[in-house]
């Protein structure tokens, strides 16, 4: 049984790198898609198919690394002419907890920048319960002018959690431009 030679199906050499055989393959890839291939005849197009065929089949081996490893093996590559392929998990090792973490990723000294006051932020949750007890209690008593004011408060409540939100960032952004 013959080895299919995968290396020169993708014009490549076994010393050629991972990006190497990927770009040969891609190359290869737009050359003989049949899709690419469509003011061309049949007979043409079904040879660029079998090419196509065999081409994903040699990107299939190579461009894994295991899958290299042992088709080099395989086909009996010395050593000195392979590609060094290493795994990243040679190189990268995951958090431990009990690793110490770097004190200047936890800094949570302010920075400076001039904040609304306690009480403007709490206006508008302020201005919500305000008009909610207004419109319980202009709907039991039945008086229409503490309606009135239940939806004017319900109102500036909106309107005050939109705008309040919008000063503080506006105050944060131009202390940072300082």
Same mark, same amino acid.
């Given at each position: 049984?013959?080895? *299919? ?6 014009? &490549? %050499? /076994?010393?050629?790198? /991972? ?9 290869? #890839?737009?050359?003989?898609? !049949? ?10 197009? #079904?040879? +660029?198919?079998?090419?196509?065929? $065999?081409?994903? +089949?040699?990107?299939?081996? =190579?461009?894994?690394?295991?899958? $290299?490893?042992?088709?080099? +093996? #395989?086909?009996?590559?010395?050593? +000195? ?6 795994? *990243? ?11 110490? %973490?770097?004190?200047? =990723? *936890? ?6 920048? /001039? ?29 229409? !002018?503490? =309606?009135? &004011?239940?939806?004017?408060?319900? &109102?500036?409540?909106?309107? #005050?959690?939109? &705008?309040? /939100?919008?000063?503080? =960032? ?9």
């Amino acid at each position: 049984m013959a080895i *299919v030679e995968h290396y020169d199906e993708l014009g &490549v %050499t /076994p010393s050629a790198s /991972p990006a190497e055989i990927r770009m040969s393959y891609l190359a290869l #890839a737009r050359r003989f898609h !049949p899709d690419g291939l469509a003011g061309v005849g049949s007979e043409e197009r #079904a040879l +660029a198919s079998a090419r196509m065929a $065999r081409i994903n +089949a040699a990107w299939t081996v =190579l461009g894994d690394a295991r899958r $290299r490893s042992a088709y080099d +093996a #395989a086909i009996d590559v010395p050593a +000195a002419s392979r590609a060094t392929v290493r795994d *990243v998990g040679d190189t990268w090792t995951p958090y431990q907890d009990e690793d110490d %973490t770097d004190p200047r =990723l *936890v800094d949570d000294t302010p920075s400076g920048a /001039p904040t609304l006051r306690r009480g403007l932020t709490f206006l508008p949750a302020g201005l919500a319960a305000g008009a909610f007890a207004a419109l319980v209690l202009g709907f039991t008593v039945g008086f229409a !002018p503490l =309606l009135g &004011v239940g939806l004017i408060l319900l &109102v500036c409540s909106g309107l #005050a959690f939109l &705008v309040i /939100p919008l000063l503080a =960032l506006a105050k944060s952004s131009r202390a940072d431009r300082l």
